[in-house]
């Protein structure tokens, strides 16, 4: 079973920044995609941002210049950094993962807070 472990989230003040890590216990480039999505309290689940095998990027619209997802291979790790945050960013954070055979698997969520 693969396992998604994301880190980073917390309390931001608007305006500011972070960076959310998803740790997959199996190497990333078994996946066809990883990305980020995000649901806030009474909202459906967003894409935010994701990666495909060949490192090609997708944005959501409402976080497109904001954000930037990356990878770090040797650590089995995605990256989501998030700039010029705003209450409207105030979510739980999920990693997801898109396997070659079609399976899906889902961290656990982190929650990410924008406010004074």
């Known amino acids: 079973q693969v396992q998604l472990v994301e880190s980073g989230g917390g309390l931001v003040q608007p305006g500011g920044s972070l960076r959310l890590s998803c740790a997959a216990s199996r190497s990333i480039f078994r996946f066809n995609y990883m990305g980020w999505y995000r649901q806030a309290p009474g909202k459906e689940r967003e894409l935010v941002a994701r990666i495909a095998g060949d490192g090609s990027t997708n944005y959501g619209d409402s976080v497109r210049g904001r954000s930037a997802i990356s990878r770090d291979s040797a650590k089995n790790t995605v990256y989501l950094q998030m700039s010029s945050l705003k209450p409207d960013d105030t979510a739980v954070y999920y990693c997801?993962?898109?396997?070659?055979?079609?399976?899906?698997?889902w961290g656990q969520g982190t929650q990410v807070t924008v406010s004074p």
């Open positions: 997801k993962a898109f396997g070659v055979y079609g399976d899906v698997y």
